[in-house]
């Protein structure tokens, strides 16, 4: 029996095979997405760049159900296609806005995705009440989100998402907003936290540091029809800490993505101004 | 409270007004029939004071009841148009019309519909208030941000959650705005509703005070008016800064 399972491939986690996504109707069609192949191995931490405006948020909206991709590609969540709208509920999804809900405290808003599942609120609030620590936001939980720091509200929505447990998290440059102190802080901190619970993490950003930083794997994304450009797997160890910002490998690979960064954000710089 | 946050509180305001109603009206020798001085007022509201208490807790009856039916009715209606556009098109227009008939004409019907009871009262002050607060409920449902929809989306939220969870909070502040129009207008409702025949109330008062002239008598009646839609709106504040402090952004 064990052989048996063994003998079988374990599929990728999250796989896109050929997604498109085109808005209205030839000739005034605008293709934000195509042509996306990717695959993303179980327990992953990978992390995509892309010029602005290259079709990452729609991307990301399509592997979270909330758009369905073009007829014409699939996604596979543990080699599964998925129809449309199968996917609501079944992936970790956390936007760039920490979009915390005023009314709530925070520990009301850590608990939201569990009480959409349904889980009674005694019990959904034990089970945030012990990770407040871990998210350093211990003490904080009768507070409301305006009592907050920008860091602290990006933690409480990080929980938030973490608490709803899929295997799949989706973050959408969640440090974005964040001052680079702050931001260096929480990237050291999310490695350990996913060191620790093992999810398979899919990371948009527009910071390269930042995506080799984390990464197992780096997906850069073309300009505008966004489609995938290259890959390049980080094979810095780990644990990493900051030191490793300096060493001749990280510059290596910052190097070789940068080149490829810039030359696809001239190409949205040109067709911006004809 | 220290002796500045008193000097600027609502109460110092009235005895404000009070002390120059007091001062300046036999400083100016201001004839009574355009305002009698403050003592003959209170004088002439002492006076009546059983019947200004049973008038006073009639009228509020009123207002309070038309009042929540409007709440209950608008609400109600915001809500379902919000969630249905045919809705909206066939109802919303029909109530717009509705408003710019004069309640004069329209508190005839009730009359002859309910006579002369509470009940007619209560639907007249009903039918001012509950526009504003339906139409405040529609604002602040469609206010519902697209992203935290879809994140609630994304953790498989059902139609109604997202209703009970997101909309009808971010929607809460409007309603209170909503309803804080609309208890003045229930207010002017029941007085209104009253001048079509009654023997107790306020708006009673008024009209007899009016027909004999009691110059007095209407001022204290003013006064009596101006105090309960005070404490009406004095309620809603406080209503909403206990339970609906946060502001949509």
Same mark, same amino acid.
């Given at each position: 029996m064990?052989?048996?399972?063994?003998?079988?491939?374990?599929?990728?986690?999250?796989q896109l095979v050929?997604?498109?996504?085109?808005?209205?109707?030839? /000739?005034?069609?605008?293709v934000?997405?195509?042509?996306v192949?990717?695959?993303?191995?179980?327990?992953?931490?990978?992390? +995509?760049?892309?010029?602005?405006?290259?079709?990452?948020s729609?991307?990301?909206?399509?592997?979270?159900? +909330?758009?369905?991709? *073009?007829? *014409?590609?699939?996604? +596979?969540?543990?080699?599964?296609?998925?129809?449309?709208?199968?996917?609501?509920?079944?992936?970790?999804?956390?936007?760039?806005?920490?979009?915390?809900?005023?009314?709530?405290?925070?520990?009301?808003?850590?608990?939201?995705?569990?009480?959409?599942?349904?889980?009674?609120?005694?019990?959904?609030?034990?089970?945030?009440?012990?990770?407040?620590?871990?998210?350093?936001?211990?003490?904080f939980?009768?507070?409301?989100?305006?009592?907050l720091?920008?860091?602290m509200?990006?933690?409480?929505?990080?929980?938030?998402?973490f608490?709803?447990?899929?295997?799949?998290?989706?973050? *959408?440059?969640?440090?974005?907003?964040?001052?680079?102190?702050t931001?260096?802080?929480?990237?050291?901190?999310?490695?350990?936290?996913?060191?620790?619970h093992?999810?398979?993490?899919?990371?948009?950003?527009?910071?390269? *540091?930042?995506?080799?930083?984390?990464?197992?794997?780096?997906?850069?994304?073309?300009?505008?029809?966004?489609?995938?450009?290259?890959?390049?797997?980080?094979?810095?160890?780990? /644990?990493?800490? +900051?030191?490793?910002?300096?060493? /001749?490998?990280?510059?290596?690979?910052?190097?070789?993505?940068?080149?490829?960064?810039?030359?696809?954000?001239?190409?949205?710089?040109?067709?911006?101004?004809? | 409270?220290?002796?500045?946050?008193?000097?600027?509180?609502?109460?110092?305001?009235?005895?404000?007004?009070?002390?120059?109603?007091?001062?300046?009206?036999?400083?100016?020798?201001?004839?009574?029939?355009?305002?009698?001085?403050?003592?003959?007022?209170? @004088?002439?509201?002492?006076?009546?004071?059983?019947?200004?208490?049973?008038?006073?807790?009639?009228?509020?009856?009123e207002?309070?009841?038309?009042?929540?039916?409007?709440?209950?009715?608008?609400v109600?209606?915001?809500?379902?148009?919000?969630?249905?556009?045919?809705?909206?098109?066939?109802?919303?227009?029909?109530?717009?019309?509705?408003?710019?008939?004069?309640?004069?004409?329209?508190?005839?019907?009730?009359v002859?519909?309910?006579g002369?009871?509470i009940?007619?009262?209560?639907?007249?002050?009903?039918?001012?208030?509950?526009?504003?607060?339906?139409?405040?409920?529609?604002?602040g449902?469609?206010?519902?941000?697209?992203?935290?929809?879809?994140?609630m989306k994304?953790?498989?939220?059902s139609?109604?959650?997202?209703f009970?969870?997101?909309?009808?909070?971010?929607?809460?502040?409007?309603?209170?705005?909503?309803?804080?129009?609309?208890?003045?207008?229930s207010?002017?409702?029941?007085?209104?509703?009253?001048?079509?025949?009654?023997?107790?109330?306020?708006?009673?008062?008024?009209?007899?005070?009016?027909?004999?002239?009691?110059?007095p008598?209407?001022?204290?009646?003013?006064?009596?008016?101006?105090?309960?839609?005070?404490?009406?709106y004095? @309620?809603?504040?406080?209503?909403?800064?206990r339970?609906?402090?946060?502001?949509?952004?």
């Amino acid at each position: 029996m064990p052989d048996e399972t063994t003998a079988v491939a374990t599929p990728p986690h999250l796989q896109l095979v050929n997604v498109w996504k085109r808005f209205g109707e030839a /000739p005034k069609q605008t293709v934000a997405v195509r042509n996306v192949d990717l695959s993303i191995e179980p327990g992953a931490f990978v992390t +995509l760049i892309g010029p602005s405006g290259c079709g990452k948020s729609t991307l990301f909206s399509m592997i979270s159900g +909330l758009l369905p991709p *073009d007829s *014409d590609g699939s996604l +596979l969540l543990n080699g599964k296609v998925q129809q449309d709208g199968a996917l609501l509920g079944k992936i970790a999804f956390m936007p760039q806005r920490d979009l915390l809900f005023p009314w709530r405290t925070v520990l009301d808003n850590a608990t939201l995705a569990l009480e959409v599942e349904g889980m009674p609120r005694r019990r959904a609030r034990a089970k945030a009440e012990a990770l407040f620590p871990e998210f350093g936001l211990g003490g904080f939980e009768q507070h409301y989100p305006h009592q907050l720091s920008g860091g602290m509200r990006q933690r409480v929505a990080l929980m938030r998402t973490f608490l709803f447990e899929r295997d799949l998290i989706l973050l *959408d440059e969640p440090f974005g907003a964040l001052d680079a102190l702050t931001r260096s802080m929480m990237q050291r901190w999310l490695l350990d936290i996913w060191a620790k619970h093992r999810r398979t993490v899919l990371f948009i950003t527009h910071d390269i *540091d930042e995506a080799i930083f984390l990464g197992d794997k780096v997906v850069v994304m073309t300009a505008r029809p966004g489609t995938i450009k290259c890959e390049e797997a980080i094979t810095l160890p780990r /644990p990493r800490d +900051l030191g490793v910002v300096t060493t /001749p490998e990280f510059m290596a690979v910052k190097k070789k993505l940068l080149a490829v960064v810039e030359e696809e954000s001239l190409k949205t710089f040109a067709a911006a101004s004809p | 409270m220290n002796a500045r946050a008193l000097a600027r509180s609502p109460v110092a305001s009235v005895v404000y007004v009070a002390a120059a109603w007091l001062v300046l009206v036999p400083l100016f020798k201001v004839q009574p029939r355009y305002l009698p001085p403050l003592p003959v007022v209170l @004088a002439d509201g002492l006076s009546v004071w059983p019947d200004l208490v049973a008038g006073f807790w009639r009228t509020l009856v009123e207002t309070v009841l038309g009042f929540l039916a409007g709440v209950v009715l608008g609400v109600g209606f915001g809500i379902a148009f919000s969630a249905s556009r045919i809705m909206e098109r066939a109802f919303l227009p029909i109530f717009v019309a509705l408003q710019t008939v004069p309640v004069i004409a329209f508190g005839a019907i009730v009359v002859i519909w309910f006579g002369n009871t509470i009940m007619a009262k209560v639907v007249i002050a009903l039918y001012l208030a509950f526009f504003p607060i339906a139409v405040n409920t529609l604002r602040g449902l469609e206010l519902a941000d697209p992203q935290r929809i879809a994140l609630m989306k994304s953790f498989g939220a059902s139609h109604l959650q997202l209703f009970l969870k997101l909309a009808l909070p971010t929607a809460l502040p409007n309603i209170l705005i909503g309803m804080k129009l609309a208890v003045a207008l229930s207010l002017a409702g029941a007085i209104v509703g009253e001048w079509f025949g009654d023997t107790v109330g306020l708006g009673v008062m008024l009209l007899q005070a009016l027909y004999f002239e009691q110059i007095p008598r209407v001022w204290v009646l003013i006064i009596a008016c101006g105090a309960m839609g005070t404490l009406l709106y004095g @309620a809603l504040v406080l209503l909403e800064r206990r339970f609906v402090w946060w502001r949509t952004d």
